[in-house]
T-cell receptor, first 113, second 113 residues
Framework: QQQVKQSPQSLIVQKGGISIINCAYE??????FPWYQQFPGKGPALLIA?????SEKKEGRFTISFNKSAKQFSLHIMDSQPGDSATYFC????????????FGAGTRLAVHP | EPEVTQTPSHQVTQMGQEVILRCVPI?????FYWYRQILGQKVEFLVS????????KSEIFDDQFSVERPDGSNFTLKIRSTKLEDSAMYFC???????????FGPGTRLLVL
């Protein structure tokens, strides 16, 4: 119940295309859903985050879509660029405790020029 | 922009040896975390720390692990007797009053031989 399932494992997109990464969760106590971007040899960096009281959040080329009833959320990267090539992790955090992040398995995105 | 820093960036040690990984969280943050990432796998929560005590720990965080905030700026993770399976990237993270956005350091790559 503490898991966050992420797909696909890897993704290849052409420059200018849309990258879509999906995540699903079971625990309805989760109330905060961030996406992290990680470049090789670096720590995860917060990209964008959403709470379940909204269905969509957009920041520049990055959009989170959230479906509370289906317990799913996704990251859309519009106009994907080679510089977006990285590993993307969805995560979830709950109300209780001191809010550890539960991470998905990660998606390795490659944007080809 | 304030950032989490970690030292060393790489550490090689012999099985059974003690290692101390160091972190300097963002200065006004109150919540501190350690996560680890085995090569090619997802980021896993180890421990959270608030008000000078452990607030939550995972099953991974057994008696071989300990954390400490020895002064007002450093946050350390000690592994008393390293095992081969402790080889991983260890990330420190911190968050402010909101307990939401966790900012990650660049990580320490630990290799146990």
């Amino acid at each position: 119940q503490q898991q966050v399932k992420q797909s696909p494992q890897s993704l290849i997109v052409q420059k200018g295309g849309i990258s879509i990464i999906n995540c699903a969760y079971e625990n309805t106590a989760f109330d905060y859903f961030p996406w992290y971007q990680q470049f090789p040899g670096k720590g995860p960096a917060l990209l964008i985050a959403i709470r379940p009281d909204v269905s969509e959040k957009k920041e520049g080329r990055f959009t989170i879509s959230f479906n509370k009833s289906a317990k799913q959320f996704s990251l859309h990267i519009m106009d994907s660029q080679p510089g977006d090539s990285a590993t993307y992790f969805c995560a979830a955090k709950g109300l209780s405790g001191y809010n550890k992040l539960i991470f998905g398995a990660g998606t390795r995105l490659a944007v080809h020029p | 922009e304030p950032e989490v820093t970690q030292t060393p960036s790489h550490q090689v040690t012999q099985m059974g040896q003690e290692v101390i990984l160091r972190c300097v969280p963002i200065s006004n943050h109150l919540y501190f975390y350690w996560y680890r990432q085995i090569l090619g796998q997802k980021v896993e929560f180890l421990v959270s720390f608030y008000n000078n005590e452990i607030s939550e720990k995972s099953e991974i965080f057994d008696d071989q692990f300990s954390v400490e905030r020895p002064d007002g700026s450093n946050f350390t993770l000690k592994i008393r007797s390293t095992k081969l399976e402790d080889s991983a990237m260890y990330f420190c993270a911190s968050s402010g009053d909101s307990q939401e956005t966790q900012y990650f350091g660049p990580g320490t790559r630990l290799l146990v031989l």
